[in-house]
């Protein structure tokens, strides 16, 4: 945790993010950039400054554990892990082909720093509960944080799971909310509003932040209020954030939840980025 909080340097790793990402999922014809571009600044804060991870030793005991609950948004979670190193960057360019460490969603057997497999909506943050619970039995020094969508939300298991962290007082959890607005077929209002995410964390006992999720300063700033909460209990940042933030023609549009850009749109997003529109 606290490798670099320089709000310039974490600006620019989440620009690297964000052009991984599409060539990724240019390279591979198939992926998720609208939520993938959503989440990289707050991805960027994790595993560039927040995280307690070790690279060169993906199991030490006493690290810090990340679960990517959307696992369709694993574009993002990828980039974050070739650039810090965990597997070589090359790798990059065979997302979703055969025999590739890069599945379409995240697989904790063939590809290291996955802490579980995800992709199943709902189900990350109940295995996110079972680390912290666990962390917390063994003693463990390591915290456990889980990103969850809005459209994510709609499902029931994400609450019973809010349920058993407040139980349990895990305050060794933290749970993320990349607020986008977005899902696969449409806005999350049109197909199952979930209201106000605010009030219902707190309602479910948990510590709430609200920020802009593209303002790192904002970002960092909740990191830091959290890791040094006396809350009894598990917390939450409900980070409001743009589908397919950085690239002008993605922004807000729903088919860019899970369409791969052309060579046009692919030399125009990335154009868009290095010129640093993403923040």
């Not at 490798?3 to 993010?17: H, P």
């Not at 989440?39 to 994790?46: E, G, K, R, V, Y």
């Not at 590809?111 to 497999?117: D, L, M, N, R, V």
């Not at 060579?263 to 125009?268: K, L, R, S, T, V």
């Amino acid at each position: 945790m606290r490798q670099n909080n320089d709000v310039d340097f974490l600006t620019e790793k989440a620009k690297e993010i964000r052009k991984t990402v599409l060539t990724m999922i240019h390279e591979a014809k198939s992926g998720h950039p609208g939520g993938s571009l959503s989440a990289s600044d707050i991805m960027a804060a994790l595993y560039f400054d927040e995280l307690d991870i070790k690279p060169e030793n993906p199991k030490w005991k006493d690290r810090d554990k990340f679960v990517l609950s959307k696992g369709h948004v694993c574009p993002v979670l990828y980039s974050c892990l070739a650039l810090r190193g965990y597997f070589p960057y090359k790798e990059i360019y065979t997302l979703r082909k055969e025999g590739s460490i890069l599945q379409g969603h995240p697989d904790m057997k063939v590809c290291p720093g996955i802490e579980i497999s995800t992709g199943s909506l709902g189900q990350g943050l109940s295995c996110a509960v079972g680390m912290a619970i666990a962390g917390k039995r063994l003693g463990l020094k390591g915290r456990v944080f889980s990103l969850i969508g809005d459209g994510e939300s709609q499902e029931g298991q994400i609450w019973e799971a809010l349920e058993t962290a407040s139980k349990y007082k895990l305050s060794n959890l933290t749970v993320i909310l990349d607020k986008n607005g977005i899902q696969n077929d449409n806005t999350v209002e049109f197909i199952m509003p979930v209201r106000n995410m605010v009030k219902k964390f707190e309602s479910f006992g948990l510590e709430t932040y609200e920020i802009n999720g593209h303002n790192m300063k904002e970002i960092t700033d909740a990191f830091d209020k959290i890791r040094v909460s006396k809350y009894d209990g598990p917390r939450a940042i409900v980070a409001n954030t743009v589908k397919g933030k950085g690239v002008s023609f993605m922004e807000n549009v729903v088919k860019w939840h899970g369409m791969a850009p052309n060579d046009e749109q692919y030399a125009q997003a990335m154009k868009e980025i290095e010129g640093g529109l993403s923040c």
